[in-house]
């Protein structure tokens, strides 16, 4: 059976090749004797070309006429432009596809699946540059449009239904880096280098969830800080560490920051655990303010992180934090504008060619 599939879909994409490539060689793009360079001069005809492009259905051979430009001294076709592969051997179609996959997996998985999935060949660095660069056209058009909101030239529609209330998180996690990204800069490592750059992200969302007084609810273990206290101090604090890691997380609940550090320092520590107790107590008196969580919940807000936190994980974490990988800055930021736009349900690319990433991711 699979076998007959496999036999069956070949001939039927062999079928399409023949169909579309009857279409475009309807019109080879002959222009006359001559053509605008794009320039302001002349462009002279001097033959129709062939150039084989890459399809979701496979290899067709695009005939199109060639004209050349004195002044300028470079060729063109204006063929090109009209399937949209200007510059490229990829149309839109099948780049949009190869983008998709190499942000979802690493791009040597990305090839194949392509080909196991859907029949379609391409090198490990076709997919690579066809991701990035759609990513780099992805970021360039969202900063362009968050520009246009901002100097109020562009209103988008409010979504309907109207929430009635949006929360708006942000949280960092750090990428590995190629070496040159990284030099200069200081690191957590017991050599002070740096290996990683860190990425922002932010999470717009609604509530969804209540507890039983009606009040958005905190997702516990999004309380990091205070579950490092009671590892830290869990030799000292024995059998009564869930009791105190339960008091400690009350008092988060009803903002109660002196009351948490003041219990973390009545046990004496030394070394290791204690700088990782006084890194824990900075984090609470550095942000207090904002820990008010019983004001918040009185408000009515939802009160926690754990929502962007999945999202570090599921956005960063699982695509660019894999083992032997090394992100130059661009690269990285392209397939996270990809992942962002997959995770937004808004998974349209716009492809142009562009290389950033090495090639162990």
Request: with cysteine; glycine share 10%.
């Amino acid at each position: 059976m699979q076998a007959a599939e496999a036999v069956i879909r070949a001939g039927m994409l062999q079928a399409g090749c023949g169909i579309l490539g009857e279409l475009l060689a309807a019109d080879p793009g002959y222009r006359g004797p001559r053509a605008d360079c794009g320039n302001g001069h002349e462009a002279v005809f001097v033959a129709c070309r062939d150039k084989v492009i890459d399809t979701v259905l496979g290899p067709v051979a695009l005939r199109r006429a060639w004209y050349h430009c004195a002044r300028c001294k470079h060729g063109l076709a204006p063929r090109h432009a009209e399937p949209g592969v200007t510059g490229a051997s990829m149309p839109p179609g099948l780049a949009a596809m190869t983008s998709r996959a190499g942000a979802a997996v690493p791009f040597a998985s990305a090839a194949g699946l392509l080909e196991d999935l859907a029949g379609v060949r391409l090198t490990v660095k076709r997919v690579e540059r066809a991701a990035e660069a759609s990513g780099a056209a992805r970021a360039t058009a969202s900063r362009d449009r968050a520009r246009l909101i901002a100097g109020r030239k562009l209103v988008p529609l409010p979504p309907q239904p109207l929430p009635d209330k949006l929360y708006a998180v942000i949280d960092g996690t750090g990428v590995p880096v190629t070496g040159k990204e990284a030099e200069g800069r200081d690191g957590k490592g017991e050599d002070g280098r740096a290996r990683t750059r860190e990425v922002k992200l932010a999470v717009f969302f609604t509530r969804d969830k209540v507890n039983e007084e009606g009040y958005p609810v905190r997702d516990r273990a999004s309380s990091s800080y205070i579950a490092t206290f009671a590892r830290t101090l869990e030799f000292m604090l024995l059998d009564r560490k869930d009791e105190w890691l339960a008091a400690r997380l009350e008092d988060l609940d009803h903002g109660y920051i002196d009351g948490i550090c003041a219990a973390a320092r009545k046990y004496p520590l030394e070394g290791v655990k204690k700088d990782e107790a006084d890194k824990a107590l900075h984090y609470f008196e550095n942000n207090a303010p904002r820990m008010r969580y019983h004001w918040f919940r009185q408000c009515g807000p939802f009160v926690g992180s754990g929502v962007v936190e999945a999202g570090c994980k599921s956005v960063i974490g699982q695509r660019l934090k894999q083992a032997g990988m090394h992100w130059t800055v661009p690269g990285a930021d392209s397939i996270i504008a990809l992942r962002c736009a997959e995770a937004s349900s808004q998974p349209e690319a716009v492809c142009r060619n562009q290389h950033n990433q090495t090639a162990a991711a």
